[in-house]
Protein backbone atom coordinates (compact mmCIF):
# COMPACT_ATOMS: atom_id res chain seq x y z
CA UNK A 1 0.00 0.00 0.00
CA UNK A 2 1.36 3.39 -0.82
CA UNK A 3 1.69 5.97 1.76
CA UNK A 4 1.90 9.93 2.30
CA UNK A 5 5.79 10.94 1.02
CA UNK A 6 7.35 14.47 1.51
CA UNK A 7 8.99 16.16 -0.89
CA UNK A 8 11.74 18.89 -0.33
CA UNK A 9 13.70 18.95 -3.46
CA UNK A 10 11.82 22.78 -3.61
CA UNK A 11 13.33 23.92 -0.31
CA UNK A 12 16.87 22.49 0.34
CA UNK A 13 18.01 25.34 -1.83
CA UNK A 14 16.69 27.69 0.36
CA UNK A 15 19.12 26.51 3.43
CA UNK A 16 22.68 25.65 4.38
CA UNK A 17 22.90 22.16 3.14
CA UNK A 18 25.84 20.91 5.83
CA UNK A 19 23.68 21.96 8.50
CA UNK A 20 20.75 20.52 7.76
CA UNK A 21 22.23 16.88 8.12
CA UNK A 22 22.86 17.73 11.61
CA UNK A 23 18.97 17.97 11.84
CA UNK A 24 18.64 14.01 11.44
CA UNK A 25 20.65 13.30 15.34
CA UNK A 26 18.27 16.79 16.50
CA UNK A 27 15.24 15.00 15.01
CA UNK A 28 15.73 11.82 16.72
CA UNK A 29 17.29 12.55 20.05
CA UNK A 30 13.45 15.04 20.33
CA UNK A 31 11.53 11.75 19.18
CA UNK A 32 13.48 9.99 21.97
CA UNK A 33 12.21 12.55 24.31
CA UNK A 34 8.68 12.15 23.36
CA UNK A 35 8.69 8.69 23.69
CA UNK A 36 10.17 8.35 26.50
CA UNK A 37 8.29 11.41 27.89
CA UNK A 38 11.32 13.44 29.45
CA UNK A 39 10.86 16.72 27.45
CA UNK A 40 8.96 19.47 28.28
CA UNK A 41 4.96 19.04 28.68
CA UNK A 42 5.52 15.20 29.14
CA UNK A 43 2.61 15.05 30.88
CA UNK A 44 0.45 15.66 27.52
CA UNK A 45 1.90 13.05 25.99
CA UNK A 46 -0.94 10.17 25.77
CA UNK A 47 -2.05 11.01 22.16
CA UNK A 48 1.37 9.87 20.99
CA UNK A 49 0.95 6.12 20.97
CA UNK A 50 -3.34 6.06 20.80
CA UNK A 51 -3.31 4.74 17.36
CA UNK A 52 -1.75 1.90 18.85
CA UNK A 53 -3.58 1.53 22.08
CA UNK A 54 -7.00 2.41 21.08
CA UNK A 55 -8.97 -0.97 21.67
CA UNK A 56 -11.58 -2.50 19.24
CA UNK A 57 -13.67 -2.75 21.78
CA UNK A 58 -13.62 1.64 22.71
CA UNK A 59 -14.36 1.69 19.05
CA UNK A 60 -17.39 -0.58 19.64
CA UNK A 61 -18.74 1.34 21.88
CA UNK A 62 -18.31 4.59 19.84
CA UNK A 63 -19.62 3.17 16.78
CA UNK A 64 -22.56 1.79 18.82
CA UNK A 65 -23.25 5.33 20.38
CA UNK A 66 -23.15 6.99 16.76
CA UNK A 67 -25.72 3.99 15.05
CA UNK A 68 -27.61 4.74 18.45
CA UNK A 69 -27.46 8.71 17.72
CA UNK A 70 -28.11 8.62 13.81
CA UNK A 71 -31.61 6.43 14.50
CA UNK A 72 -32.57 9.10 15.92
CA UNK A 73 -31.48 12.33 14.51
CA UNK A 74 -31.66 13.67 11.36
CA UNK A 75 -29.07 16.13 12.59
CA UNK A 76 -26.35 16.14 15.45
CA UNK A 77 -25.09 19.54 16.80
CA UNK A 78 -21.59 19.18 18.03
CA UNK A 79 -20.58 21.66 20.75
CA UNK A 80 -16.81 22.44 21.31
CA UNK A 81 -14.24 24.99 20.60
CA UNK A 82 -10.87 24.54 19.39
CA UNK A 83 -9.27 21.13 19.47
CA UNK A 84 -12.94 19.89 20.61
CA UNK A 85 -14.78 21.12 16.95
CA UNK A 86 -11.68 21.58 14.61
CA UNK A 87 -10.36 18.58 14.03
CA UNK A 88 -13.95 16.64 13.71
CA UNK A 89 -14.96 19.47 11.21
CA UNK A 90 -11.27 18.75 9.41
CA UNK A 91 -12.37 15.19 9.02
CA UNK A 92 -15.80 15.59 7.90
CA UNK A 93 -14.84 18.33 5.37
CA UNK A 94 -12.23 16.45 3.88
CA UNK A 95 -14.29 12.75 3.55
CA UNK A 96 -18.28 14.39 2.52
CA UNK A 97 -19.14 15.72 -0.87
CA UNK A 98 -19.33 19.29 -1.83
CA UNK A 99 -22.88 19.29 -2.30
CA UNK A 100 -23.49 16.38 -0.09
CA UNK A 101 -25.36 19.06 2.80
CA UNK A 102 -28.18 20.03 -0.02
CA UNK A 103 -29.35 16.45 -0.70
CA UNK A 104 -32.15 15.00 1.47
CA UNK A 105 -31.49 11.44 0.83
CA UNK A 106 -28.62 10.88 2.90
CA UNK A 107 -29.17 8.12 5.35
CA UNK A 108 -26.71 10.00 7.76
CA UNK A 109 -27.53 12.29 10.15
CA UNK A 110 -25.47 16.07 9.09
CA UNK A 111 -23.53 17.27 11.32
CA UNK A 112 -23.91 20.74 12.66
CA UNK A 113 -21.69 22.63 14.82
CA UNK A 114 -22.04 25.16 17.75
CA UNK A 115 -20.05 26.54 20.96
CA UNK A 116 -17.07 27.55 18.77
CA UNK A 117 -18.47 31.59 18.58
CA UNK A 118 -20.31 33.94 20.47
CA UNK A 119 -22.60 34.91 17.41
CA UNK A 120 -25.92 35.67 18.79
CA UNK A 121 -27.06 35.45 15.14
CA UNK A 122 -25.64 32.34 14.26
CA UNK A 123 -27.17 30.46 17.67
CA UNK A 124 -30.49 32.11 16.88
CA UNK A 125 -30.59 30.73 13.25
CA UNK A 126 -29.11 27.54 14.28
CA UNK A 127 -32.25 27.14 16.92
CA UNK A 128 -34.28 28.46 14.67
CA UNK A 129 -33.32 26.08 12.19
CA UNK A 130 -33.40 23.04 14.69
CA UNK A 131 -37.37 24.02 15.49
CA UNK A 132 -39.07 21.13 13.20
CA UNK A 133 -35.73 18.96 12.45
CA UNK A 134 -35.24 15.98 15.26
CA UNK A 135 -31.59 16.19 16.60
CA UNK A 136 -29.46 15.22 19.14
CA UNK A 137 -26.11 16.60 20.96
CA UNK A 138 -22.36 15.63 21.36
CA UNK A 139 -21.47 18.24 23.81
CA UNK A 140 -17.32 18.51 24.11
CA UNK A 141 -15.27 20.10 26.89
CA UNK A 142 -13.30 19.08 30.08
CA UNK A 143 -14.31 21.73 32.31
CA UNK A 144 -17.76 22.55 31.35
CA UNK A 145 -17.05 25.86 32.15
CA UNK A 146 -15.68 27.11 28.59
CA UNK A 147 -17.67 30.19 28.14
CA UNK A 148 -18.77 29.34 24.08
CA UNK A 149 -19.37 26.02 24.62
CA UNK A 150 -21.27 26.45 27.44
CA UNK A 151 -23.52 28.94 26.21
CA UNK A 152 -24.33 26.86 23.23
CA UNK A 153 -25.04 23.78 25.43
CA UNK A 154 -27.24 25.42 27.80
CA UNK A 155 -29.04 27.34 24.34
CA UNK A 156 -29.56 23.49 22.69
CA UNK A 157 -30.22 21.64 26.19
CA UNK A 158 -33.17 23.59 27.15
CA UNK A 159 -34.55 23.87 23.65
CA UNK A 160 -34.47 19.95 24.02
CA UNK A 161 -35.58 19.66 27.27
CA UNK A 162 -38.52 21.77 26.71
CA UNK A 163 -39.04 19.93 23.33
CA UNK A 164 -38.83 16.78 24.44
CA UNK A 165 -39.12 16.86 28.35
CA UNK A 166 -35.62 15.69 30.60
CA UNK A 167 -35.47 12.61 30.09
CA UNK A 168 -36.33 11.98 26.90
CA UNK A 169 -33.61 14.92 26.14
CA UNK A 170 -31.29 13.16 28.43
CA UNK A 171 -31.20 9.93 25.54
CA UNK A 172 -29.98 12.76 22.98
CA UNK A 173 -27.24 14.33 24.91
CA UNK A 174 -23.71 12.45 25.03
CA UNK A 175 -21.05 14.09 26.83
CA UNK A 176 -17.40 14.36 26.16
CA UNK A 177 -15.63 15.67 29.07
CA UNK A 178 -13.12 14.77 32.62
CA UNK A 179 -13.41 11.22 33.85
CA UNK A 180 -14.27 12.59 37.18
CA UNK A 181 -14.62 16.27 37.72
CA UNK A 182 -15.58 19.43 36.45
CA UNK A 183 -19.02 20.73 35.65
CA UNK A 184 -19.92 18.75 32.38
CA UNK A 185 -18.59 15.71 34.29
CA UNK A 186 -21.66 16.60 37.07
CA UNK A 187 -24.63 17.05 34.76
CA UNK A 188 -23.90 13.68 32.79
CA UNK A 189 -23.78 11.90 36.08
CA UNK A 190 -26.91 13.61 37.49
CA UNK A 191 -28.94 13.70 34.22
CA UNK A 192 -27.81 10.31 32.84
CA UNK A 193 -25.99 11.12 29.73
CA UNK A 194 -23.97 8.80 27.74
CA UNK A 195 -20.58 10.28 28.39
CA UNK A 196 -16.79 9.50 26.92
CA UNK A 197 -13.77 10.54 28.75
CA UNK A 198 -11.06 12.70 27.97
CA UNK A 199 -7.61 11.58 28.98
CA UNK A 200 -5.76 14.79 31.23
CA UNK A 201 -2.96 13.53 29.32
CA UNK A 202 -4.39 14.60 25.94
CA UNK A 203 -5.03 17.77 25.01
CA UNK A 204 -7.59 19.74 23.08
CA UNK A 205 -5.24 20.00 19.53
CA UNK A 206 -4.19 16.68 19.65
CA UNK A 207 -7.82 15.05 20.42
CA UNK A 208 -8.94 14.37 17.17
CA UNK A 209 -8.16 10.89 16.90
CA UNK A 210 -9.82 10.24 20.89
CA UNK A 211 -13.73 10.15 21.08
CA UNK A 212 -13.55 14.08 20.94
CA UNK A 213 -13.12 13.59 16.63
CA UNK A 214 -13.90 10.20 16.57
CA UNK A 215 -17.67 9.86 17.56
CA UNK A 216 -19.15 12.91 15.23
CA UNK A 217 -17.17 11.36 12.58
CA UNK A 218 -18.72 7.74 13.02
CA UNK A 219 -22.04 9.75 13.11
CA UNK A 220 -21.75 10.86 9.93
CA UNK A 221 -21.38 7.43 8.74
CA UNK A 222 -17.42 7.78 7.95
CA UNK A 223 -14.58 4.26 9.07
CA UNK A 224 -13.13 5.53 12.00
CA UNK A 225 -11.17 2.14 12.05
CA UNK A 226 -9.83 3.54 8.49
CA UNK A 227 -8.63 6.71 10.20
CA UNK A 228 -7.38 4.94 13.15
CA UNK A 229 -5.00 2.38 10.68
CA UNK A 230 -3.71 5.27 8.74
CA UNK A 231 -2.63 6.99 11.79
CA UNK A 232 -0.97 4.10 13.16
CA UNK A 233 0.83 3.61 9.75
CA UNK A 234 2.25 7.07 9.72
CA UNK A 235 2.84 6.33 13.69
CA UNK A 236 5.35 3.17 12.39
CA UNK A 237 6.49 5.09 9.69
CA UNK A 238 7.69 7.56 12.08
CA UNK A 239 9.71 5.09 14.47
CA UNK A 240 11.93 4.28 11.56
CA UNK A 241 15.75 5.91 12.14
CA UNK A 242 16.22 6.03 8.24
CA UNK A 243 15.93 10.11 7.91
CA UNK A 244 15.15 10.00 4.09
CA UNK A 245 12.49 7.72 5.23
CA UNK A 246 10.37 9.13 7.74
CA UNK A 247 7.87 12.18 6.69
CA UNK A 248 7.51 13.33 9.96
CA UNK A 249 11.54 13.75 10.97
CA UNK A 250 12.03 15.61 7.81
CA UNK A 251 8.58 17.99 7.82
CA UNK A 252 10.12 19.30 11.18
CA UNK A 253 13.39 19.51 10.08
CA UNK A 254 12.89 21.36 7.23
CA UNK A 255 10.56 23.98 9.23
CA UNK A 256 13.19 24.72 11.37
CA UNK A 257 15.49 25.12 8.81
CA UNK A 258 13.99 27.12 7.01
CA UNK A 259 13.03 29.11 10.32
CA UNK A 260 16.76 29.35 11.10
CA UNK A 261 16.94 31.58 7.17
CA UNK A 262 13.98 33.75 8.81
CA UNK A 263 11.49 32.37 6.84
CA UNK A 264 9.08 32.82 9.89
CA UNK A 265 5.78 32.76 8.23
CA UNK A 266 4.40 28.96 6.46
CA UNK A 267 1.53 28.87 4.41
CA UNK A 268 0.10 26.01 3.68
CA UNK A 269 -1.76 24.82 0.39
CA UNK A 270 -4.45 23.21 -1.37
CA UNK A 271 -5.68 22.58 -4.57
CA UNK A 272 -8.81 20.95 -3.34
CA UNK A 273 -11.66 22.92 -1.66
CA UNK A 274 -12.12 19.43 1.12
CA UNK A 275 -8.81 20.23 2.42
CA UNK A 276 -9.75 23.74 3.62
CA UNK A 277 -10.51 23.13 7.35
CA UNK A 278 -7.71 20.41 7.25
CA UNK A 279 -5.36 23.94 6.85
CA UNK A 280 -7.86 25.60 9.88
CA UNK A 281 -6.84 22.54 11.93
CA UNK A 282 -3.30 22.87 10.85
CA UNK A 283 -3.44 26.40 12.10
CA UNK A 284 -4.23 25.62 15.59
CA UNK A 285 -2.21 22.95 15.92
CA UNK A 286 1.03 25.13 14.81
CA UNK A 287 0.26 28.15 15.96
CA UNK A 288 -0.82 27.50 19.93
CA UNK A 289 1.50 24.93 20.46
CA UNK A 290 4.68 26.92 18.71
CA UNK A 291 3.95 30.67 19.34
CA UNK A 292 5.19 31.38 22.41
CA UNK A 293 8.24 33.01 24.30
CA UNK A 294 8.22 35.44 21.64
CA UNK A 295 9.23 32.45 19.07
CA UNK A 296 7.63 30.16 16.23
CA UNK A 297 6.79 29.82 12.78
CA UNK A 298 3.06 31.54 11.93
CA UNK A 299 0.97 29.67 10.21
CA UNK A 300 -1.45 31.04 7.58
CA UNK A 301 -3.09 29.07 4.81
CA UNK A 302 -4.40 29.33 0.90
CA UNK A 303 -6.49 27.26 -1.18
CA UNK A 304 -5.65 27.63 -4.51
CA UNK A 305 -6.11 27.82 -7.34
CA UNK A 306 -9.23 30.09 -5.79
CA UNK A 307 -6.24 32.14 -3.75
CA UNK A 308 -4.15 32.83 -6.62
CA UNK A 309 -6.52 35.67 -7.59
CA UNK A 310 -5.97 37.28 -4.18
CA UNK A 311 -3.32 36.14 -2.45
CA UNK A 312 -1.17 34.93 -5.44
CA UNK A 313 0.60 38.23 -6.00
CA UNK A 314 1.51 38.57 -1.84
CA UNK A 315 3.51 34.68 -2.21
CA UNK A 316 5.11 35.87 -5.47
CA UNK A 317 5.99 39.29 -4.76
CA UNK A 318 5.48 40.19 -1.18
CA UNK A 319 7.97 40.27 2.21
CA UNK A 320 10.68 36.89 1.49
CA UNK A 321 9.88 35.76 4.73
CA UNK A 322 7.40 33.03 3.78
CA UNK A 323 7.63 29.47 3.10
CA UNK A 324 4.91 27.20 1.27
CA UNK A 325 3.82 23.60 1.97
CA UNK A 326 1.46 22.21 -0.38
CA UNK A 327 -0.93 19.36 0.20
CA UNK A 328 -0.58 17.40 -3.34
CA UNK A 329 -3.65 14.90 -3.86
CA UNK A 330 -2.49 12.35 -6.58
CA UNK A 331 -5.99 10.45 -7.43
CA UNK A 332 -9.26 12.32 -7.86
CA UNK A 333 -12.32 10.50 -6.71
CA UNK A 334 -14.23 11.13 -9.90
CA UNK A 335 -13.51 12.31 -13.70
CA UNK A 336 -14.81 14.96 -15.73
CA UNK A 337 -13.44 15.32 -18.92
CA UNK A 338 -13.57 19.06 -20.55
CA UNK A 339 -15.65 18.91 -23.77
CA UNK A 340 -15.10 20.13 -27.17
CA UNK A 341 -16.88 23.45 -28.51
CA UNK A 342 -17.88 23.98 -31.78
CA UNK A 343 -17.23 28.30 -32.00
CA UNK A 344 -14.60 27.33 -29.03
CA UNK A 345 -15.40 31.63 -27.71
CA UNK A 346 -13.34 30.94 -24.82
CA UNK A 347 -10.18 29.37 -26.66
CA UNK A 348 -9.93 25.97 -24.64
CA UNK A 349 -10.41 23.80 -27.47
CA UNK A 350 -6.71 22.55 -26.69
CA UNK A 351 -8.07 21.44 -23.26
CA UNK A 352 -10.75 19.44 -24.72
CA UNK A 353 -11.06 15.58 -23.73
CA UNK A 354 -8.52 16.44 -20.52
CA UNK A 355 -9.65 15.99 -17.23
CA UNK A 356 -10.14 18.88 -15.01
CA UNK A 357 -7.51 17.56 -12.52
CA UNK A 358 -4.91 17.64 -15.30
CA UNK A 359 -5.59 21.27 -15.46
CA UNK A 360 -5.49 21.50 -11.50
CA UNK A 361 -2.06 19.84 -11.52
CA UNK A 362 -0.48 22.01 -13.86
CA UNK A 363 -1.71 24.74 -12.30
CA UNK A 364 -0.03 23.12 -9.07
CA UNK A 365 3.87 22.99 -10.78
CA UNK A 366 3.13 26.13 -12.36
CA UNK A 367 2.43 27.86 -9.29
CA UNK A 368 5.25 25.95 -7.28
CA UNK A 369 8.23 26.88 -10.20
CA UNK A 370 6.65 30.40 -10.19
CA UNK A 371 7.02 30.53 -6.34
CA UNK A 372 10.45 29.12 -5.88
CA UNK A 373 11.53 31.77 -8.31
CA UNK A 374 10.14 34.50 -6.30
CA UNK A 375 12.34 33.15 -3.75
CA UNK A 376 9.52 31.30 -1.94
CA UNK A 377 10.94 27.55 -0.88
CA UNK A 378 8.41 24.51 -1.29
CA UNK A 379 7.65 21.63 0.30
CA UNK A 380 5.26 19.04 -1.13
CA UNK A 381 3.41 16.74 1.30
CA UNK A 382 1.73 14.25 -1.41
CA UNK A 383 -1.37 11.75 -0.76
CA UNK A 384 -2.47 9.19 -2.67
CA UNK A 385 -5.83 10.45 -2.18
CA UNK A 386 -8.62 11.79 -0.18
CA UNK A 387 -9.30 8.56 2.27
CA UNK A 388 -9.91 8.08 5.79
CA UNK A 389 -7.17 6.18 5.57
CA UNK A 390 -4.90 8.76 4.43
CA UNK A 391 -6.56 11.59 6.53
CA UNK A 392 -5.47 9.77 9.59
CA UNK A 393 -1.77 9.16 8.38
CA UNK A 394 -2.15 13.34 7.81
CA UNK A 395 -3.15 13.95 11.10
CA UNK A 396 -0.45 11.90 12.85
CA UNK A 397 2.58 13.38 10.71
CA UNK A 398 1.12 16.51 11.27
CA UNK A 399 0.78 16.06 15.36
CA UNK A 400 4.12 14.16 15.90
CA UNK A 401 6.10 16.88 13.62
CA UNK A 402 4.36 19.34 15.42
CA UNK A 403 5.91 18.19 18.79
CA UNK A 404 9.10 17.70 17.73
CA UNK A 405 9.55 21.49 16.09
CA UNK A 406 7.91 22.85 19.22
CA UNK A 407 11.28 20.72 21.41
CA UNK A 408 13.46 22.06 18.25
CA UNK A 409 12.57 26.06 19.64
CA UNK A 410 12.96 24.79 22.58
CA UNK A 411 9.80 25.56 24.32
CA UNK A 412 6.67 23.61 25.67
CA UNK A 413 4.32 22.46 22.50
CA UNK A 414 1.80 21.08 24.65
CA UNK A 415 1.07 24.10 27.09
CA UNK A 416 -1.16 27.32 26.12
CA UNK A 417 -0.62 30.07 28.65
CA UNK A 418 -1.51 33.16 26.02
CA UNK A 419 -4.91 31.71 25.67
CA UNK A 420 -6.14 32.69 29.06
CA UNK A 421 -5.37 36.39 28.66
CA UNK A 422 -8.27 37.34 26.75
CA UNK A 423 -10.54 35.21 29.04
CA UNK A 424 -9.47 37.03 32.30
CA UNK A 425 -10.08 40.78 30.39
CA UNK A 426 -13.63 39.00 29.41
CA UNK A 427 -14.54 37.96 32.78
CA UNK A 428 -14.35 40.97 34.11
CA UNK A 429 -15.81 43.06 31.83
CA UNK A 430 -18.30 40.68 32.10
CA UNK A 431 -18.37 41.03 36.00
CA UNK A 432 -17.94 37.08 36.75
CA UNK A 433 -18.03 36.95 40.24
CA UNK A 434 -14.35 36.06 41.71
CA UNK A 435 -12.68 38.88 39.07
CA UNK A 436 -14.02 42.09 41.17
CA UNK A 437 -10.51 43.20 41.91
CA UNK A 438 -9.94 42.32 37.61
CA UNK A 439 -13.13 43.85 36.91
CA UNK A 440 -12.39 47.61 38.59
CA UNK A 441 -9.09 47.23 37.44
CA UNK A 442 -10.06 47.36 33.98
CA UNK A 443 -12.72 49.55 34.13
CA UNK A 444 -10.43 52.39 35.10
CA UNK A 445 -8.23 51.43 32.40
CA UNK A 446 -11.04 51.86 29.92
CA UNK A 447 -12.00 55.40 31.35
Given at each position: ??H ?6 N ?7 N????Y???V????E??L??T???N ?12 S ?12 H ?8 V???I?G ?14 Q??H?K??N ?5 LF ?5 S ?11 QD ?14 T ?25 I ?19 Y?SFI?D ?9 L ?20 G ?5 D ?13 Q ?11 N?T????A ?9 S?W????F ?14 S???T ?7 Q ?9 FE ?11 I???H ?12 G??I ?5 M ?6 L ?9 I ?13 E ?5 EK ?5 G???G ?5 QP ?12 L?K?G ?9 K?LN
Amino acid sequence: MKHITIDLKNALSFIDQNNFKNYDKLVKNHDEQLLKKTGKGNDFLGWINLPQTISKEHLLEINDTAKHLAAISEYIVVIGIGGSYLGAKAVLEALTGQFDHLKHKNKNPQILFAGHNLSEDYHYELLDFLQDKKYSIIVISKSGTTTEPAIAFRLLRKDLETRLGKQEASKRIVAITDASIGALRNMADQENYKSFIIDDDIGGRYSVLSPVGLLPIACAGYNIEELIAGAKSMLDISQQDSFDENPVYQYAAIRHALYSENKTTEILANYDPRLTFISEWWKQLFGESEGKENKGIFPASVSFTTDLHSMGQYIQEGLRNIFETVISIEKTKFNIQIPHDEDNFDKLNFLAGKPIDFVNKMAELGTTLAHIDGNVPNIKIILPEISEWYIGELIYLFEKSCAISGYLLGINPFDQPGVEAYKKNMFALLEKPGFEEETKKIRKRLN
